[in-house]
């Protein structure tokens, strides 16, 4: 299940039947708001943040801002999304996403808390690890003592993660909590962690114990921040377990985990809302590196099928080489990429997580929700498979894959001579696609068609634009004026079918493309 799933497809059927419309009367915004509210409630999203939410949205959308729009349709798409930015925690920070608060002197303390199953210990190692990528040197604290082998599985993702593991006890029900959690201080000024994360016990249901356990630890240990961490699939009640540990323990901040389950979302876009407390990250799978700061932006736009460039962007730049890929663009243009290059290329990508979700921040998902769902994610074994069974030549000069060589291959890996063949195609295939990008054309997105607005490579590669034959001047005047005008993206580019996109690639998105992109 896609994030989001459900709720991003039925506000996708909502807004396409507003398609076309060139003028919405109070009954169509009626119909319209109507829908967002069961799509919300269908989403487990809680009832007030509903109400507050849909009434928001039918206030301006009956307001001048979509009657004077000359696309009213599109117009209530984008103020969906600002209403959307604005319960995911948007407005809590002046817009702007909230970050860990880091000590000026000494460690910085991090206190986990939660229910039991909300999956605490492996998001500490998620945490370490990513504040380890950040240039931090974080240790975790095994202060769960109470639920069977919790410490056991701390040191297991600390090893993971390359973290260390403070864990003086045993657990499984004995030892002292707090006093550990004091020691660990003490730990870490000695080796000179700057960062520790403290991992707490859950329980089944919110109680008195946990509360005043977890409330002992944060008096002593005194952390700087205490993130709530909720399981995204909690639905409803996870405002009735929030507004508890707010009142029991308070926390400074949330943190959404199993955003990759069959979740409907209603925890994401409740908590936030009603606590009035930000969300600062989102775990959205089972490795340790799904893990990625949260973005009320971002994810409003995931919700409305608009993509999330940006993130989609980070995550490449962090995991691809810039040397190695201004050389595999010199090549692209040259015409000499090659399948060991391809390899290479495909074992990057293979850093950089899950292909699903990646492909789930391209604009305009839904349309390829299907074909997601059914991606093997084995292919790229498999054809890591196929390529380390040629020879160096054979990657080198795929020319040379006649029958025979085909058939050797197959046997050397495991695979069939019709996988064989598929994949070099698709080496084909993605070879000439990529030599027009370096060679100043545009790429083609399946299903999609071009990315609206973009134009790589130098002016000297664009087709100059030709002005008008007419003999008539003032004629020609406006005919030139038209050729000279901007002209708006194509259709479908959201997945809504209403034309350009709100909260689609805006300037930054494009730039940082390019930039990475190497033009």
């Known amino acids: 299940m896609a994030l989001f799933g459900n709720l991003t497809d039925r506000l996708a059927d909502t807004f396409k039947n507003l398609r076309g419309k060139g003028k919405l009367s109070p009954a169509d915004i009626d119909g319209t708001v109507r829908e967002i509210r069961r799509a919300l409630l269908e989403a487990d999203v809680a009832l007030e943040v509903v109400k507050e939410f849909t009434g928001r949205v039918r206030d301006r959308a009956l307001g001048d801002e979509v009657s004077k729009s000359l696309n009213p349709a599109q117009q209530v798409v984008q103020i969906v999304n600002d209403e959307l930015v604005a319960i995911l925690g948007g407005q809590l920070n002046g817009g702007q996403p909230r970050r860990i608060q880091f000590a000026k002197n000494g460690p910085t303390v991090i206190m986990l808390a939660g229910l039991q199953g909300a999956g605490k210990t492996t998001l500490a190692g998620k945490l370490a690890k990513w504040l380890k990528s950040e240039g931090h040197t974080p240790m975790l604290v095994a202060a769960d003592l109470q639920r069977p082998n919790a410490v056991t599985q701390l040191q297991v993702v600390g090893k993971q993660a390359g973290v260390a593991v403070y864990a003086p006890e045993p657990g499984n029900g004995k030892g002292d909590p707090v006093r550990v959690a004091k020691d660990a201080l003490k730990e870490a000024n000695r080796k000179q962690y700057d960062v520790v994360i403290v991992d707490t016990a859950g329980r089944l249901g919110v109680d008195a114990e946990l509360m005043k356990q977890a409330a002992n630890i944060r008096k002593a240990v005194d952390p700087d921040e205490v993130l709530f961490v909720i399981d995204a699939m909690i639905g409803q009640d996870a405002v009735t377990t929030a507004r508890a540990f707010q009142d029991g323990v308070d926390f400074t901040g949330v943190v959404l985990s199993k955003l990759d389950g069959d979740t409907r979302g209603g925890a994401a876009l409740s908590v936030a809302s009603v606590t009035g407390r930000p969300i600062l990250f989102a775990s959205t799978g089972e490795s340790l590196d799904d893990f990625e700061p949260f973005y009320p932006d971002r994810m409003a736009s995931r919700i409305l099928d608009l993509g999330d460039i940006l993130t989609l962007i980070e995550q490449a730049q962090k995991n691809f080489d810039e040397e190695e890929s201004r050389k595999v663009a010199e090549k692209f243009a ?124 130098s002016s000297k590669q664009q087709p100059k634009k030709k002005g008008s034959k007419s003999g008539n001047p003032a004629k020609r005047a406006a005919e030139n004026a038209a050729l000279a005008a901007p002209k708006p993206a194509a259709a479908g580019g959201s997945g809504f079918g209403l034309g350009s996109t709100p909260g689609g690639p805006s300037e930054e998105e494009l730039a940082s493309l390019q930039k990475f992109l190497g033009r």
């Open 334 to 457: 040259t015409d000499t990429f090659t399948l060991e290059d391809f390899l290479s290329q495909m074992q990057q990508l293979k850093n950089m997580g899950s292909i699903k979700n990646m492909l789930g921040m391209l604009p305009g998902a839904k349309g390829m929700r299907e074909q997601l769902e059914n991606f093997d994610e084995s292919e790229i074994t498999r054809t890591e498979a196929i390529i380390q069974s040629m020879t160096l030549q054979e990657r080198r000069v795929p020319k040379l894959l006649n029958g025979s060589r085909r058939v050797r291959i197959a046997r050397g890996s495991g695979t069939t001579v019709t996988e064989v063949n598929a994949l070099v195609n698709r080496f084909e295939q993605a070879a000439k696609m990529m030599k027009t990008v370096a060679r100043g054309g545009t790429p083609q997105i399946p299903g999609m068609g071009p990315i609206p607005g973009q134009k790589f490579g």
